[in-house]
């Protein structure tokens, strides 16, 4: 599937999408009889997305498999019994009232996939979803199914089991606090991944707000990957955040040299490629302009003075409605009819 994602997808996929990081997170809010079921010292991770393209923007998801505890699985073979685990970050400002149903949709599209890789099989694997919930606002929408039918409480009683049934763990970070993140058992990246997530966006003082956190910070930076890691963090915070620069690099440039560097070239970087993109758009608006510009003088030429409301009707047009109005002038009879 194609489609633009949000600026929160790399950070979320490079350090939750790193198994040992996910199962981390998994052991610190899975229930614990469910995580016990689960060998997450063998989690593995899936390629591909779920999301609808149109959804991309604010959702971001991964999919992993961890062998499952006994019995065998859809091939004969004991150890072959594995359930997948479904991890889905929601980036939008507002809680998605139907997430039930997405929900029900990529497990669908999970199971399809399965399916066609195993076209043998009877039986389906457990799928395991968790949403993760990172906006200002509280998780108020249903976390089951069921909720979303609307049904008054009689047929609902009546309905009973034949009721479509499907409930997904839902971790609010809205109402984590910062304590209680910091004592969540997890690695380190999925710490800071979390706390950003949480509390970057638009964030001024987000500078004084990370020198709490300069310990999981050195933690990230030890580890063989740390500087890879710490760029990915640095390139969301200046993507979402509104920190002064100089406030970032006071921070990180007291972690040590490397950093140091890290923080300058990125920075560089992501200012190069703003700029490009100021360009482009500058471009682009300067080859509308032109457009509109030929076009007045076409039809001023043909139909005499433009009334203003037309001039600004040609003026705030896109470049496909000044293609083909361009086209029509020469064959068209009146200004409306040019315009049409």
Do not use: C
């Not at 710490?230 to 690099?249: D, R």
């Not at 972690?255 to 923080?263: N, Q, R, S």
């Not at 037309?310 to 068209?332: F, M, P, S």
């Amino acid at each position: 599937m194609s489609g633009d994602s949000s600026p929160h997808d790399a950070v979320f996929r490079r350090m939750l999408g790193e198994p040992a990081n996910a199962a981390s997170q998994l052991r610190a809010v899975l229930p614990p009889e469910l995580a016990d079921q689960l060998d997450l010292a063998r989690l593995t991770r899936l390629p591909g997305s779920f999301v609808d393209a149109k959804l991309r923007w604010r959702h971001s998801d991964l999919l992993f498999t961890a062998p499952l505890a006994g019995g065998d699985g859809h091939s004969g073979d004991e150890r072959s019994r594995e359930a997948f685990i479904y991890v889905l970050v929601e980036h939008q400002s507002g809680t998605d009232k139907l997430m039930p149903l997405r929900i029900l949709r990529y497990m669908v599209r999970i199971w399809d996939a399965f399916l066609n890789e195993h076209p043998r099989a009877h039986r389906l694997p457990a799928v395991f979803p968790l949403v993760v919930h990172h906006n200002r606002q509280a998780w108020d929408a249903p976390t089951e199914l069921a909720d979303l039918l609307d049904l008054d409480p009689g047929t609902v009683k009546a309905a009973g089991e034949f009721l479509p049934r499907l409930r997904f763990l839902l971790d609010d970070l809205t109402v984590v606090d910062e304590a209680a993140l910091r004592a969540r058992p997890v690695t380190a990246p999925v710490r800071l991944t979390l706390l950003l997530l949480k509390i970057a966006a638009g964030n001024a003082g987000l500078a004084d707000d990370l020198r709490r956190w300069s310990d999981q910070l050195q933690v990230v930076l030890q580890r063989p990957s740390g500087i890879e890691d710490f760029v990915t963090m640095l390139t969301y915070i200046q993507q979402v955040g509104e920190v002064p620069a100089q406030e970032l690099y006071d921070l990180f440039a007291g972690l040590g040299p490397t950093v140091k560097e890290a923080f300058v070239t990125t920075a560089e970087q992501l200012r190069a490629e703003g700029e490009a993109r100021g360009e482009a758009r500058g471009e682009a608006r300067g080859e509308v302009r032109g457009r509109a510009e030929a076009l007045t003088q076409f039809l001023t030429h043909k139909f005499g003075p433009l009334p203003p409301d037309v001039h600004d009707r040609v003026h705030t047009a896109t470049v496909e409605q000044l293609e083909r109005w361009t086209g029509r002038v020469v064959t068209a009879r009146t200004l409306a009819e040019a315009l049409d």
